[in-house]
């Protein structure tokens, strides 16, 4: 008898303790702070889009006429698919063949990012890293001259970045794509002058790119071209897509052109040589829509299996800004809105933000007898991608028109940032402290810093004088996420409104470090942002 009472005192023991435990934030098993990756919300988001097409078409083929492109290529690239494509003109003027979305155009120095992301995989499979001297895996960079005694040794990083320090060097780099090994190897030794110390600026190099060509070879034990097919065309199927013009079938490839004396010149092919890896690939918009596909595909962050030629980790690397290079801010000539846009180089990739797009990543590419561009963004999903064969076709100007297009169609919109769910009952506890103030709710839901920094005392009367203004509040149900952590709400009264915040603290599990209350009309999400007039 008195062994089952002790059992019986027991379990109403347990019992008591999963209770509390279950009622109370400070149990010992902390609540999940993980967050479901951010997601479009607009069921309707890929139809709006695609209202803006005929007009991006019409935009492209009026570009093409006035600036005299023989023939063109683009498409929009939207969640991993070449969701629209569209063609003008001619890729072979003598024979009148007709461009089109498998048409092969050189890319110049686009495929500066297929040099960067080879590094990448080189480096995740410990061949290398970044910041190792350039000159262990390319010798003849030994015996340079450095500008100055304290300049360091270049690093492959900096060579990624464009600051290794090397001068500008366009249109010189273009015309040494056929170069052999035997020739950039001499022109390294012979010595190459410095415009800065190596990573202390953006200046961007062709020769800086050649050389992580050669690094590529050195460090992986094969030809830079066969590398790259391997392990990342392959993998990608990127079919159409070489370093060697020669390989591209007659009937597919883009005879390149310049705009002279009225009439179309031929641009004589350049061969696939040394610098080959700062401007050499070729490629169709069928093709490069799976490559751009796989950089829109890192974001968001989230557990999944790894699918891509390198880690999403490591796209997302090449996305992010490395060198910065000098703010722009110019005014409109026809509507006067200012304009501003700041960012740099990444890693074979340049990124910016405007008034409009925080994250913008972005190559073009330029030779005698094309132009190029590649641009995409990755809170949203959408991408467009333009080839010319045309003399360094400037396709910036209608490719930005193209992104205010599918804006003003109303699809354009970055995918919601989600609460962790320890927000989500944050808010809902803050949400009743402000309905009814409780000292044991506010307790449990507060870090160490929030009553330290006002009593509870003074947030209780506070409250108080709000609700004598505009009654008793009930939360909105549109709760707006800044982060996973962090949020704002709208509380509606009797007679007005009430806006909440919080944030919670870096600690296990997370509690309120701040929540404020105050009285005023809700604030809208940020969505798009916009410069001063």
Not at 341 to 346: C, H, L, M, P, V
Not at 491 to 504: H, K, N, V, W, Y
Request: aromatic content about 8%.
């Amino acid at each position: 008898m008195k062994a089952n009472m002790r059992m019986l005192a027991t379990m109403i023991a347990v019992a008591a303790l999963t209770s509390v435990s279950a009622q109370t934030p400070h149990a010992t098993e902390s609540p999940s702070f993980k967050a479901p990756p951010p997601r479009f919300t607009d069921p309707d988001r890929r139809a709006k889009l695609a209202t803006a097409f005929p007009d991006i078409d019409r935009a492209m083929q009026e570009f093409v006429t006035r600036i005299h492109v023989p023939g063109a290529a683009w498409g929009i690239v939207v969640d991993g698919e070449l969701a629209h494509a569209g063609a003008a003109g001619f890729r072979d003027v003598a024979s009148k063949s007709p461009a089109d979305e498998n048409t092969v155009f050189r890319i110049a120095s686009m495929t500066k990012s297929f040099t960067a992301m080879s590094i990448l995989k080189l480096r995740d499979d410990g061949k290398l890293a970044l910041d190792d001297p350039a000159e262990r895996y390319v010798p003849e960079l030994k015996s340079l001259q450095y500008p100055t005694s304290d300049a360091p040794r270049i690093t492959i990083r900096h060579l990624l970045s464009h600051s290794e320090g090397f001068p500008e060097d366009n249109p010189w780099g273009d015309r040494q794509l056929a170069d052999t090994d035997d020739q950039m190897s001499a022109m390294m030794r012979a010595g190459i002058p410095f415009a800065n110390a190596p990573g202390l600026a953006y200046e961007y190099s062709n020769y800086g790119f050649a050389i992580l060509g050669r690094i590529v070879s050195r460090a992986s034990g094969m030809p830079y071209a066969d590398y790259v097919t391997a392990n990342i065309l392959r993998p990608l199927g990127m079919t159409a897509t070489t370093l060697e013009p020669s390989s591209v079938p007659p009937s597919r490839l883009a005879h390149g052109y310049r705009w002279e004396d009225e009439q179309w010149k031929e641009e004589p092919a350049l061969a696939h040589g040394s610098f080959g890896a700062m401007g050499g690939m070729l490629t169709s918009v069928r093709d490069l829509s799976r490559y751009v596909a796989v950089y829109m595909d890192a974001w968001p962050p989230r557990d999944a299996p790894e699918t891509g030629p390198i880690r999403r980790a490591s796209l997302r690397e090449m996305q992010q800004l490395w060198r910065p290079a000098n703010a722009l801010v110019t005014r409109d000539s026809g509507t006067g809105v200012l304009q501003l846009n700041s960012g740099g180089y990444a890693f074979g990739l340049s990124v910016s933000q405007n008034c409009t797009f925080r994250h913008i990543v972005a190559h073009s590419g330029g030779l005698p007898g094309f132009g190029s561009v590649m641009r995409w963004l990755p809170e949203y999903g959408v991408g467009i991608i333009a080839f010319g064969n045309l003399t360094y076709t400037g396709w910036g100007g209608v490719v930005a028109a193209a992104f205010e297009t599918l804006a003003k169609a109303g699809g354009l919109q970055p995918r919601a940032v989600q609460p962790a769910p320890v927000l989500v009952e944050a808010h809902d506890a803050v949400s009743r402290l402000v309905e009814r103030w409780d000292d044991a709710l506010a307790d449990s839901i507060a870090a160490e810093n929030l009553f330290l920094d006002q009593s509870k005392e003074r947030r209780k009367r506070e409250l108080d004088d709000l609700h004598a203004k505009v009654g008793a509040c009930k939360p909105d149900p549109v709760f707006n996420v800044d982060n996973p952590l962090r949020g704002r709400w709208t509380m509606t009264c009797e007679r007005g409104t009430l806006q909440a915040a919080i944030t919670l603290a870096p600690t296990m599990p997370p509690r309120v470090q701040l929540f404020g209350v105050r009285e005023g009309p809700p604030v809208e999400p940020a969505r798009t942002r916009s410069c001063p007039q």
